[in-house]
């Protein structure tokens, strides 16, 4: 009979494709009593529920072979979903369009390997093998922040809670809600907190979505009950929007054991997801008109005696040119540097400074730029960049769809 080692909390465990990753990734959410980093935000097509039963000379062997498996199937299955039909692949090929493998649930013995598990196939190559489009629109920026009620006390980033977890585990690229995640650490506890859940003051608010670079916020609550000690658990999930605590919709799931509050709390999470997209597809997700930034006062202009020849630099911005508010991603610290130089490389753009930063999420870029916003948004996306336009503000992520081609010239014809 195979050995049973158990996992301790199902799904959380992402593999590298050769190994190596999972002990660091599991070390982000089971480190320290307070801050738990998002795993993964890739858009990354994602096949789960794979069942694979392998027997080999040992348990290695049998593992890898196991994760081989879920590859081919995987493909299947995805090629299924998008193509209408199922494809096949070499190995060599599936192994470099794979991510990672996803550890549902697994039990090793000596020389069998019997798991439950998922694949992710890297977006671009995958759909370019397929021949289907990967390009989706999303949200504007969404603040999360993940309540969560038990023994009457709640609790957001306080400490490292079970429902903070669960959304730093699941994987958001799929999504068409821009979710800013917080991690908890720093300055996270202070300004969000179950007392500012329940503020209504778009001033505050204002100030909090700026820091976190986000348009507005969404408040994913759950109530758990736990009848008894390790016992059965009832959660009761409701999906909030805005300042005003909105309520999209409700549910409630029950589990029969406390070991599956993880499994418990990752399904609300997917349900609240998929509540959040379907009132962004209903238009119900607007964004409150007095959460906008103060329009920026025209300055009237004075007639000097001397014009001054050429520009005039006052600080980090440039009189006469167009102050802009530039969203970008900062998984660390090296690329608030490198996405820095990448605008200042931009032909027009007198400077750039990051004003508000948020390593592992998504940090402010104050723009100076002779111009305005449209010619801005035309030469980065000429430059690979996608570009969202909120106003004065643009929210910029790499892997946007390349330009078009230079048409080559005519020959003219011979002895015209």
């Known amino acids: ?48 529920g794979i069942s694979v039963d392998v027997a080999a000379k ?43 493998i996803v550890v549902e649930n697994e039990q090793i013995g000596p020389t069998r390997y019997i798991a439950k598990l998922g694949v992710l196939f890297d977006r671009a190559r995958a759909g370019s093998i397929l021949g289907v489009s990967t390009q989706f629109s999303r949200s504007a920026p969404m603040l999360v922040i993940p309540v969560m009620w038990t023994g009457g006390a709640g609790q957001v980033f306080e400490r490292t809670t079970p429902w903070q977890q669960a959304w730093a585990r ?45 348009n507005d916020v969404l408040m994913p609550e759950v109530r758990l009950n736990r009848l008894w000690p390790d016992g ?6 409701f999906a909030y929007h805005g300042p005003d605590r909105r309520l999209l919709t409700s549910f409630t799931l029950r589990v029969e054991s406390g070991d599956a509050l993880p499994a418990l709390l990752d399904a609300g999470v997917a ?14 997700l607007h964004t409150d008109s007095l959460l906008r930034p103060p329009p920026t006062p025209v300055a009237t202009p004075t007639p000097e005696a001397t014009p001054t020849e050429g520009p005039i630099e006052s600080g980090n911005d440039v009189i006469g040119s167009t102050s802009i508010a530039i969203q970008f991603d900062t998984p660390s610290a090296a690329s608030v540097t490198a996405g820095e130089s990448a605008i200042r ?4 753009v007198r400077s750039a400074t990051t004003t508000s930063l948020a390593l592992g999420g998504v940090s402010v870029m104050r723009v100076a730029y002779d111009g305005d916003v449209a010619v801005l948004r035309t030469s980065l996306e000429s430059r690979g960049w996608s570009v969202q336009v909120s106003g004065s503000t643009l929210r910029i992520r790499r892997g946007g769809p390349p330009p078009a081609p230079a048409p080559s010239p005519t020959p003219s014809p011979a002895g015209g």
Not at 345 to 348: A, D, S
């Open 1 to 48: 009979m195979a050995a049973r080692f158990p996992i301790r909390t199902p799904g959380l465990i992402l593999a590298a494709a050769l190994l190596g990753g999972g002990a660091m990734l599991y070390a982000q959410i089971e480190g320290g009593d307070r801050g738990a980093a998002p795993i993964d935000s890739s858009g990354d097509f994602e096949v789960g």
């Open 271 to 284: 349900r609240l997801d998929r509540a959040y997209q379907d009132a962004l597809q209903g238009g119900l």
């Open 232 to 237: 059965p658990i009832q959660a009761a999930f």
């Open 345 to 348: 490389g931009v032909p027009g």
């Open 170 to 214: 699941y994987r958001t690229g799929n999504s068409l809600i821009d979710y800013v995640r917080p991690v908890g650490t720093g300055p996270d506890p202070l300004l969000l907190n179950v007392g500012q859940t329940e503020r209504r003051g778009r001033g505050w608010w204002r100030t909090i979505l700026n820091q976190y670079g986000a």
């Open 58 to 100: 040992d348990a290695d062997t049998a593992r890898v072979n196991g994760w081989k498996l879920a590859q081919r199937k995987g493909w299947a299955m995805l090629s299924q979903r998008l193509a209408g039909g199922t494809s096949q692949l070499p190995d060599g090929t599936l192994d470099s369009i794979v991510t990672g």
